[in-house]
């Protein structure tokens, strides 16, 4: 064990100094940086979770690419695009897709006796993955659609239920408009989801896809597109420019151009959003950690003026300004330690109680979620406690240098 360690666990566990004024200097230092990881490790792990339930409702509705006919990417008209067997065995080949699965919409109204509302039909398959749907689902179950007959059966959102006052078994009429004049069905309620993300809740009813495709007067290869989830969203730009490179400006059989967009292109508006929270979080991160330094560079200069008759016998003794030096480091090392320890009970506490307990409440119409989410991310906090513990013994070495100009004779009789 080298002398500058050695000595800095001596002093660190001495209690012969209790009464000196270093003591509660160090007392603030330790919870300086305490406070400062404890919010930082919160404000890392509310920003993830939040940016992923988000994001991981917005893809629930949709898919991480969407490829679809061009015209219907630039309009809020729905133009079919073939939609085959073929096509698909090509979307499932492409390099990074995980899972591809068919998809038409319709516009219409629901009608009860006391109310209407216009909604947005989305027909789905059976290769539809309602694994989204199913953890937002609070009432009801989910059908399996078919694509060879009409079933009957909706899954409309909490918020419909409301506004209709519709329950599950109930049965509610539907009326679509095409130039064919006002064309009419019944449906059965099988399911209610909420998922809190006010523009689709008010809108989106699942039904079957043949019933849509029916509904649209379209072939039965024809659909409004394909929705294409990948095995990785931090690939998504690559997956989507093989994608790209692959169908798009083809054109299918019935004069449709083929096109593809990702999730971000579709909804720029909530990911430039999420996106705003990083910013958020390296500002909340540069001022704990500012705090946290300045807050040990107050207790190691109390430190070192209070043990200056210490360092003058040191130096008389023949330790070097280096050797000294470096024992207050280590010593401000011990007290840093302590203080992460200290922030990390304290962080990662609260985080696992709002987990387990939602013990913060959000307004769901404003933030999309009814409670506070948190993602316990090890490798961030990881992170989080070896750069703080880093810059903090950075911002030290500076201040050490007062020892040099401390001199021996003086210091020795320093009161």
């Not at 893809?59 to 061009?70: C, K, L, Q, R, W």
């Not at 989305?122 to 078919?146: C, E, M, Q, W």
Request: with cysteine.
């Amino acid at each position: 064990m080298s002398f500058p360690l050695f000595l800095a666990r001596k002093i660190y566990a001495s209690d012969a100094d209790k009464n000196m004024v270093s003591r509660p200097a160090v007392r603030i230092a330790t919870m300086g940086v305490a406070v400062g990881l404890a919010v930082m490790i919160i404000s890392v792990c509310v920003v993830l979770g939040f940016k992923h339930t988000i994001r991981d409702k917005v893809i629930g509705f949709g898919s991480h690419i969407t490829v679809a006919d061009y015209m219907t990417m630039q309009t809020a008209e729905q133009y079919p695009i073939q939609m085959g067997d073929s096509m698909m065995r090509v979307l499932r080949g492409i390099e990074g897709v995980k899972h591809v699965q068919r998809y038409a919409l319709k516009q219409g109204i629901l009608k009860t006796d006391d109310d209407f509302l216009g909604v947005m039909l989305k027909g789905v398959g059976p290769d539809y993955d309602s694994t989204f749907i199913h953890k937002n689902l609070i009432a009801g179950r989910i059908p399996l659609f078919s694509e060879k007959k009409s079933q009957q059966k909706l899954v409309i959102s909490q918020t419909m239920a409301d506004k209709l006052k519709l329950k599950c078994g109930d049965r509610v009429f539907a009326y679509f408009i095409n130039n064919e004049g006002v064309r009419t069905r019944r449906f059965s309620i099988e399911g209610i989801y909420q998922t809190n993300l006010q523009q689709y809740d008010e809108s989106v009813c699942l039904t079957d896809i043949y019933t849509v495709n029916k509904l649209n007067g379209w072939e039965p290869d024809q659909y409004s597109g394909a929705e294409l989830t990948v095995n990785n969203f931090n690939n998504l730009d690559e997956t989507a420019h093989h994608i790209i490179n692959k169908v798009n400006r083809t054109e299918d059989r019935y004069g449709g151009t083929y096109s593809a967009q990702t999730v971000t292109e579709m909804n720029p508006q909530i990911f430039s959003w999420l996106d705003l929270m990083d910013l958020n979080v390296w500002m909340i991160l540069a001022l704990m950690v500012a705090v946290a330094g300045v807050t040990m560079i107050s207790g190691l200069l109390i430190i070192i003026l209070e043990r200056t008759q210490m360092i003058g016998i040191l130096k008389a003794l023949g330790s070097r300004n280096r050797q000294i030096r470096h024992t207050f480091l280590w010593l401000a090392v011990f007290i840093i330690s302590k203080g992460l320890f200290i922030g990390n009970i304290l962080g990662l506490g609260l985080i696992i109680l709002q987990h387990y307990t939602g013990l913060v409440k959000l307004e769901p119409s404003k933030y999309y979620v009814a409670t506070v989410p948190v993602e316990l991310n090890i490798p961030f906090i990881i992170a989080l406690n070896v750069a703080t513990l880093v810059i903090c013994i950075l911002v030290l070495i500076a201040p050490s240098y007062l020892i040099s100009h401390i001199h021996p004779a003086k210091s020795i009789s320093y009161e």
